[in-house]
């Protein structure tokens, strides 16, 4: 299996978005009442904080790679990672 990197963006908005789900289940399930939009700015404001944590870990990424750190190579160079 071809190992991949970490991604917190993804897993911010994961995150995010699983917390709106269960605010709806709760609500479906009659432990609380939650209003129809309230999830909408839960849902925009996560997502912006998962692009803002892509971008972050994007910049340090290319820094880490200009400076010429050792360590694995980049997935560019994986043959057959299908990424160019």
Same mark, same amino acid.
């Given at each position: ?6 991604? $917190?963006?993804?897993?911010? @908005?994961?995150? %995010?978005?699983?917390?709106? +789900? %269960?605010?709806?289940? +709760?609500?479906?399930? *009659?432990? #609380?009442?939650? $209003? #129809?939009?309230?999830?909408?700015p839960?849902? %925009? ?9 892509? @971008? ?8 880490? *790679?200009?400076?010429?750190? +050792? *360590?694995?190579p980049?997935?560019?160079?994986? $043959? +057959?990672?299908g990424?160019?």
């Amino acid at each position: 299996m071809l190992r991949h990197e970490f991604e $917190p963006g993804k897993l911010v @908005a994961g995150f %995010v978005l699983t917390v709106v +789900g %269960v605010m709806y289940a +709760g609500d479906a399930g *009659g432990a #609380w009442d939650t $209003p #129809w939009f309230a999830g909408i700015p839960v849902v %925009v404001v996560g997502l912006f904080l998962a692009g803002a944590v892509s @971008a972050l870990t994007r910049a340090i990424r290319s820094r880490r *790679g200009r400076r010429g750190r +050792g *360590g694995t190579p980049d997935t560019a160079e994986i $043959p +057959g990672s299908g990424i160019v």
